[in-house]
């Protein structure tokens, strides 16, 4: 088989593990469970839908049988007199033509009434499993959002999108054609089973003898596809994941020149993909020729008996009379009754694969959610901004402890800077105030209330962080701004773009406001997105602020903006900034240095220096980059801006 280009040798692939594998529910069928949850309020369609496609079924059978009655009470010479099932003697016209037209006439009707079933089912199924799909899919994405950071620490985010988007998919598509086929069809083969007795019951039983074996045969395809399918189903997630981080990282990909590394790796997804396909297919393709011989030997069998029975009387161990009329609607009977028990294989494919999905659409909401509203969670008013950690101890889900007892207060409207090596804790213990994670030990507070008790959203609302990955979404500058602070007027968005230093270089862009800027604010530069994030956080108006400072470093006239707008937006609030270069936080009213998660210096600029420690040689290393002259710069600039600010 050829898989398009081959891995390049140099390259060696280690099998990625699967971590969304664990996040599936097996407990109750999920099937039934969508039904459960979420089928409830548009039931009705789908009883309208199910209802006439039951009548659809049921009018195809008018033609064959009205057929045979007039094959045998109208052009055979002596045959049974013309009778047709659940009407009147007396409504049955005895002249010939007029039997002719009639029976023309009920073709005729079915056909119509055959066509109007139809509809209605398209319309009623449709309906039902699109709202069905449409709640599911909402539901689900919400639910997602509120997954604990742990869950997208460790995401592949094509996963999580083949959920939402093929899994989803997949059901309604279970819903719309599968489902209401699977009832028509054993209502069918019921249906059909008691007219082929009526019929007939010895012939019956001769077509009937294939139905205990096509139902084991079928059973025993469902238990082996299952699995298949389920892997399968972790394998388009895999590919999508491959598919969407490429993509995410195109510019990695070309500066670091991997695209053949990319290729093989791309390669490697698919082939999995395609191996998985293929293992279902393979079994696929033995199973349903194998049901459609069945069925054909019980077809034949039918046949064989029947046309015996009709050339030379009773076969075997047979009694009674066989008319050629009724033999005919036999043996159409018999076709549309193994016909779609041929193609039961079918829907117990899209059964067992909308089955896969829904497990793993469950497998979301089944996960543990720990940072979540207390139940009598506190909602603070008036923030004062005073913020305290007492002996904090916290690991992520890999069990490594990243804090030792770190303890610090902060005033409110003060500023405590977090230094120290990277990998130091900085950005975690941070992270801990707006309550990403919970800590392991020890408690965080927010005006004297530990940020547990608190409810989710008015802690968020409390506390701004700006990161130094700056998000920006597709869309216009304007929406990139006023991102979590909806409600602000004109005037109060381009004020705070004014303060972040960001107005003037957004009415030089083309469309000013209303220019898009892009997938990831990819059409703006490093410091245009940052001046951008920090307009936001302006306009948020956070009592309490969390500042990850940038590490990438921009022009020096960009730098000053940049400081600039942020001593405005740290002016009066109480402020943790992540501090990478020490020049910026010399100001701060308290600098924790941090080594190894633990707090191994505070204090001011001064009282560190003079300790000569870890932040002195920190220091000192930097003062090798930046001159002690531009940091008299500055120093200049900052106090002109703060007076500035004072004076107003
Ligand atoms: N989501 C995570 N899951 C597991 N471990 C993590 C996670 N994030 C960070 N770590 C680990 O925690 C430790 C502290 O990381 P953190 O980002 O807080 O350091 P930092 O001091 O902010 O570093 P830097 O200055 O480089 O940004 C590191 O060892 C890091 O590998």
């Known amino acids: 088989m050829n898989f398009g280009r081959v891995q390049p040798k140099e390259h060696r692939l280690e099998p990625e593990s699967n971590p969304f594998d664990d996040y599936r529910d097996t407990d109750r069928d999920p099937l039934v469970r969508i039904f459960d949850d979420y089928g409830r309020p548009d039931l009705h369609w789908f009883g309208v839908g199910l209802l006439a496609s039951l009548l659809s079924r049921l009018v195809s059978l008018v033609p064959p049988l009205v057929l045979g009655i007039a ?37 005729l009707a079915a056909f119509a009434l055959g066509v109007v079933f139809s509809w209605v089912q398209g319309v009623g199924l449709s309906l039902f499993s699109n709202r069905v799909q449409h709640a599911v899919r909402t539901d689900t994405y919400a639910l997602m959002q509120r997954l604990d950071m742990a869950f997208f620490d460790d995401k592949q985010t094509g996963q999580v999108m083949s959920v939402l988007n093929n899994d989803v998919r997949n059901l309604r598509t279970f819903l719309d054609n599968t489902l209401s086929g699977a009832i028509q069809l054993v209502v069918t083969v019921v249906g059909i089973a008691g007219i082929l007795f009526y019929l007939n019951w010895q012939l019956a039983l001769v077509t009937l003898v294939a139905v205990p074996l096509l139902t084991v045969f079928t059973l025993r395809f469902m238990t082996t596809i299952r699995p298949l399918y389920r892997a399968l189903r972790s394998s388009v997630g895999a590919l999508n994941t491959r598919l969407e981080n490429n993509l995410s990282g195109i510019e990695v990909i070309k500066t670091s020149n991997t695209e053949t590394y990319e290729e093989a790796r791309v390669t490697e997804a698919s082939r999995d993909y395609y191996d998985r396909t293929w293992a279902v297919v393979k079994l696929e393709y033995l199973y349903q020729p194998s049901m459609e011989l069945l069925a054909g030997v019980a077809f034949a069998a039918t046949f064989v008996i029947g046309g015996l029975w009709l050339v030379s009387g009773p076969p075997l161990f047979f009694t009674g009379e066989l008319y050629v009329g009724e033999f005919v609607t036999f043996l159409f009977m018999t076709q549309r009754f193994i016909d779609p028990l041929a193609g039961a294989g079918r829907i117990v494919n899209a059964y067992e694969n909308a089955r896969a999905s829904g497990e793993r659409i469950f497998g979301l909401s089944a996960l543990p959610v720990t940072v979540a509203d207390a139940e009598d969670a506190v909602v603070l008013d008036d923030v004062r901004g005073t913020v305290e950690y007492d002996s904090v101890d916290f690991s992520y889900a890999n069990g490594v402890p990243v804090l030792h007892d770190v303890s610090f207060a902060v005033e409110p409207g003060q500023t405590v800077a977090l230094v120290g090596p990277t990998g130091a804790g900085k950005s975690t213990a941070a992270k801990l105030l707006l309550r990403l994670y919970d800590v392991s030990d020890g408690s965080v507070t927010l005006d004297g209330v530990d940020v547990r008790h608190l409810a989710l959203d008015s802690l968020r609302s409390a506390v701004g962080y700006v990161s130094q990955d700056v998000y920006l979404f597709d869309g216009t500058v304007r929406e990139n ?38 997938e990831r604010g990819v059409k703006l530069s490093g410091g245009q997105r940052q001046r951008i994030s920090l307009a936001r956080a302006m306009l948020q108006d956070p009592a309490v602020l969390v500042l990850d400072e940038a590490t990438s470093a921009v022009d020096t006239e960009t730098e000053l903006y940049i400081q600039r707008a942020l001593a405005r937006l740290t002016e009066g609030r109480t402020t943790v900034v992540i501090a990478h270069r020490l020049s910026t936080v010399r100001h701060a009213d308290q600098i924790l240095v941090l080594d190894g998660g633990r707090v191994v210096e505070r204090g001011t600029h001064d009282e560190l220096l003079a300790l000569d420690g870890l932040y002195a040689t920190l220091w000192n290393v930097q003062a090798g980059a930046l001159d002690e002259a531009d940091a008299d710069i500055l120093d200049a600039l900052e106090a002109r801006d703060r007076d500035a600010l004072k004076t107003g």
């Open 481 to 518: 701004l006023v991102y979590g602070a909806f409600d602000a007027t004109e005037a109060e968005m381009v004020a705070a773009a004014e303060a972040a230093e960001a107005h003037e270089f957004v009415e030089n862009l083309p469309d000013g406001y209303d220019t898009r800027i892009g």
């Open 71 to 107: 094959i045998d009470s109208v052009f055979t010479p002596g045959g049974p007199a013309y009778s047709l099932p659940l009407v009147p003697a007396s409504w049955v016209p005895s002249a010939t033509t007029d039997l002719v037209v009639l029976s023309a006439g009920l073709v």
